[in-house]
């Protein structure tokens, strides 16, 4: 998900270099969205993940 977010801000620059001024933006909108939606995934399942209990049993 992180390789779309990337792919996109590329390729908005890419067009914002060239002078696409509309994709830019709509690029950008779009890779800072897939890139927010990364790290909220993120930390759901860091959060989500089994703790272990630090007990040893013998």
């Known amino acids: ?19 696409f001024g509309i994709i830019a933006g709509s690029t950008a909108v779009i890779a800072q969205t897939i890139f927010f939606i990364s790290i909220v995934m993120l ?12 007990s040893i049993d013998s």
């Open 1 to 19: 998900m992180i390789r779309s977010a990337i792919l996109f801000l590329v390729i908005a620059l890419i067009s914002g270099v060239t002078g």
């Open 43 to 54: 930390l759901v399942s860091l959060l989500s993940s089994p703790r272990p209990t630090g």
